[in-house]
């Protein structure tokens, strides 16, 4: 079994895109994403993100059976989780 484990991802794009190839090569059966998902900026940069995580997941999980796991750190609005429970599902 693999997992591929990363953090601090924030709204940095590149970050984001990177770890699609990652998954694809390496083919875990876990992505960890630890921590530190959304921009750090206003609250409504963070909501609005969400749009953008949807597309990461849905990439992510072309290349078989993979879960996503998050968990949300000191930089992302926690009243958000809901919001993070809905995209995971």
Do not use: C
């Amino acid at each position: 079994m693999k997992l591929v484990i990363t953090s601090d991802l924030h709204q940095r794009i590149a970050k984001w895109d990177d770890l699609v190839p990652v998954v694809e090569t390496e083919r875990p059966r876990f992505v960890l994403i630890a921590g530190d998902l959304l921009p750090k900026h206003t609250f409504k940069q963070q909501t609005a993100f969400f749009t953008e995580m949807r597309r990461w997941f849905h990439d992510l999980k072309q290349f078989g059976p993979v879960t996503v796991l998050t968990y949300f750190g000191n930089d992302d609005a926690h009243v958000l989780e809901p919001l993070l429970d809905e995209l995971q599902a």
